[in-house]
């Protein structure tokens, strides 16, 4: 069946900033969070914000340019407006950054679901639900029930009555797995927590000793260095290529030592480029151009190195 998303962006942090425009994997939260939507195949992706800051306007853009289309709309009515009348639609809490994997999970449900914690102090920044249960900001719903929850709205706040009067449709209320709860923005503890996580969870597993011993701090810094900076993974793989061309040119030359430095400055950035792709949610098409001519460039390098 069809998907949309609907993200919540009206809610506000003590200093009257948008929760919406949080500090999150070197972007911002909504990015984060449309990233998230556009990944499991969710269109429109439908923002609700009353007021669309200079910031909150330059995130959308830069979604746009990334091909991610998102729709802000100001008011309940037109959000309930964007969607087809059979679509299903993910609903996504103000400030929350949900695990991919678990909005994946989510995404292939089939029916009305909710994603709740358990409510005990570690889980007091979510809404409650019922005595044991708030609701973890995620929930799978239609958009006849997201209409028919317009039409009767009034004053009221379309995310909270959206997710009472699904929990009344008998929707399946369903645990989210420990170590995947999302995260609350609204704190730099959480967003920095939250990093760590992208961070761990960017890791693959490796078969040599340099790379399961030796460049996995290195790959952690220069992730966590590059990932609020504009650059594209592609650049990496392409700077590595060019490095080992130059120190193969290098080493027919006799320069060894200045090729050799090279070679290892090279070594961990296929790994960064790849690492920078998973926490952006931007993954590396496979395949990809530079990743395909690194191999005949280390042989070049190898032959250049026999040539000496």
Request: with cysteine; proline share 6%.
């Given at each position: 069946?069809?998907?949309?998303?609907?993200?919540?962006?009206?809610?506000?942090?003590?200093?009257?900033?948008?929760?919406?425009?949080?500090?999150?994997?070197?972007?911002?939260?909504?990015?984060?969070?449309?990233?998230?939507?556009?990944?499991?195949?969710?269109?429109?992706?439908?923002?609700?914000?009353?007021?669309?800051?200079?910031?909150?306007?330059?995130?959308?853009?830069?979604?746009?340019?990334?091909?991610?289309?998102?729709?802000?709309?100001?008011?309940?009515?037109?959000?309930?407006?964007?969607?087809?009348?059979?679509?299903?639609?993910?609903?996504?809490?103000?400030?929350?950054?949900?695990?991919?994997?678990?909005?994946?999970?989510?995404?292939?449900?089939?029916?009305?679901?909710?994603?709740?914690?358990?409510?005990?102090?570690?889980?007091?920044?979510?809404?409650?639900?019922?005595?044991?249960?708030?609701?973890?900001?995620?929930?799978?719903?239609?958009?006849?029930?997201?209409?028919?929850?317009?039409?009767?709205?009034?004053?009221?706040?379309?995310?909270?009555?959206?997710?009472?009067?699904?929990?009344?449709?008998?929707?399946?209320?369903?645990?989210?797995?420990?170590?995947?709860?999302?995260?609350?923005?609204?704190?730099?503890?959480?967003?920095?927590?939250?990093?760590?996580?992208?961070?761990?969870?960017?890791?693959?597993?490796?078969?040599?000793?340099?790379?399961?011993?030796?460049?996995?701090?290195?790959?952690?810094?220069?992730?966590?260095?590059?990932?609020?900076?504009?650059?594209?993974?592609?650049?990496?793989?392409?700077?590595?290529?060019?490095?080992?061309?130059?120190?193969?040119?290098?080493?027919?030359?006799?320069?060894?030592?200045?090729?050799?430095?090279?070679?290892?400055?090279?070594?961990?950035?296929?790994?960064?480029?790849?690492?920078?792709?998973?926490?952006?949610?931007?993954?590396?098409?496979?395949g990809n151009l530079p990743a395909r001519l690194l191999p005949p460039a280390h042989g070049l390098a190898l032959l250049g190195l026999a040539w000496f």
């Open positions: 069946m069809a998907l949309g998303a609907l993200i919540a962006a009206n809610g506000e942090d003590d200093g009257g900033g948008l929760h919406a425009l949080a500090p999150l994997a070197g972007r911002t939260l909504v990015e984060y969070q449309a990233r998230c939507a556009a990944a499991v195949g969710a269109a429109p992706i439908v923002i609700l914000v009353e007021r669309v800051p200079p910031a909150l306007q330059a995130a959308f853009e830069r979604l746009r340019g990334e091909g991610i289309g998102v729709v802000p709309v100001s008011d309940a009515a037109e959000a309930s407006a964007r969607f087809d009348p059979d679509l299903q639609v993910l609903q996504m809490a103000d400030g929350v950054a949900p695990s991919p994997a678990l909005l994946a999970d989510l995404a292939a449900e089939d029916s009305r679901t909710i994603l709740t914690v358990p409510d005990d102090e570690r889980h007091e920044a979510f809404e409650r639900i019922d005595d044991s249960r708030r609701w973890a900001g995620l929930a799978l719903v239609d958009s006849a029930l997201l209409a028919d929850t317009v039409r009767m709205l009034g004053d009221w706040d379309l995310q909270s009555t959206l997710l009472r009067r699904t929990v009344q449709a008998g929707a399946r209320l369903v645990a989210a797995p420990e170590g995947m709860t999302p995260f609350v923005a609204g704190s730099v503890d959480s967003g920095e927590a939250f990093d760590r996580h992208l961070l761990q969870s960017s890791r693959s597993r490796r078969r040599d000793w340099p790379s399961r011993f030796v460049l996995p701090p290195l790959e952690d810094f220069l992730t966590r260095q590059l990932m609020g900076a504009p650059i594209q993974p592609a650049w990496l793989l392409w700077l590595a290529v060019a490095m080992v061309l130059v120190a193969a040119l290098l080493l027919t030359r006799g320069l060894n030592w200045w090729a050799m430095g090279l070679l290892v400055a090279a070594t961990p950035l296929d790994r960064l480029a790849e690492r920078l792709g998973t926490v952006r949610l931007r993954p590396l098409a496979r």
